[in-house]
């Protein structure tokens, strides 16, 4: 199972609009980040390294709605930080749900279960709880004993309540297929969760951990081999079958770093949430004052062994809606 239907057939009408007004660049989707705060200090993750004052400060709820109605964008990650710490954080997730976005809320589900009554299921929302491997990895990842025990818990609460759970994955070095196989088979069949994102980890600058993050090569060997039996056709990712072929090594892309742009406390991020090279008052400001033909591999060394979601989904959505053949195995998937 790939990408929900009715979000499929949302996204494909969004693409042909695109297309027809003329538009090269445009966001599939918005990483908002209300927030730089957190509860925990994983060791893939740098926000919590910005300076106090700046871990104080929070987007309010109009400043976030204005963000995503000025770049049009058909979803929003909401990400951070902890985005449950923020005070009107269901505010700003009904805000946007009111004007039609799909809706992802980013959580590592230390504060969901007591979060939970502020928030209604919607057709348009998902919950998406960190989960990077199982008890012990997980726990290790995130530098805290029993956050994985509470996020399945927390998980399992919003599901009985009739909220959609997806999770998102990260893998590192000293992840096997043996691993990447097993946290999928829990989440997928135990945990029952309604769709799983993953991602090799790439070594964002602001990370304590420096040393775990996978290379390229080791990616796709880590990915072709814990897909060799065809266990992603069982398994329901949340991606398209592009990008789960890039991820394996079987094509490769440019990477589409305007694709998902992201917004926080400082303004639009050039050129996409892991790297940090300046800031746009507004997102026109960061489509026409960015040289975007200067990043992805072989272009900055930075991007050297990055094949993250934000940079190469938005290029196998777009290499899909231009062949027949691909839109209907998306299609078939969904």
Known sequence: MGIPLRQSIKIGTYL????????D????????????????????CGKIQYPTD???????????VAAIEESRAPMVSIAGGEPLLHPDIDRMTQALLDRGRFVYLCTNALLLARKLDRFSPHSRFSWVVHI???????DESVSRDGTFDKAVS??????DKGFKVTTNTTFFNTDSPKTVREVLDFLNDELGVDQMMISPGYAYEKAPDQVHFLSTTRSTDLFAEAFADGRRKHWRLNHSPLFLDFLEGKVDFECTPWGIP?????????????????????YQELLDTTDWSKYGRGKDPRCANCMAHCGYEPSAVLATTSSL???LRAAVRS
Not at 16 to 23: C, E, P, S, V, Y
Not at 154 to 159: C, P, S
Not at 271 to 276: G, H, I, N, S, V
């Open 16 to 23: 042909a609009r695109q297309k027809l007004a003329g538009r």
């Open 25 to 44: 660049k445009f966001p599939l989707i918005v990483e908002l980040e209300p927030l730089f705060a957190c509860n925990l200090a994983c060791n893939g």
């Open 54 to 64: 700046i871990l104080r400060q929070r987007l309010t709820v109009e400043q976030a």
């Open 132 to 138: 990077d491997g199982l008890r012990e990895r997980h």
């Open 154 to 159: 927390a998980i399992r609460a919003a599901k």
């Open 262 to 282: 992201s917004y926080s406390v400082f303004g639009w991020q050039r050129p996409c949430y892991l790297m940090a090279d300046g800031y746009a008052a507004t």
């Open 325 to 327: 053949r691909q839109s």
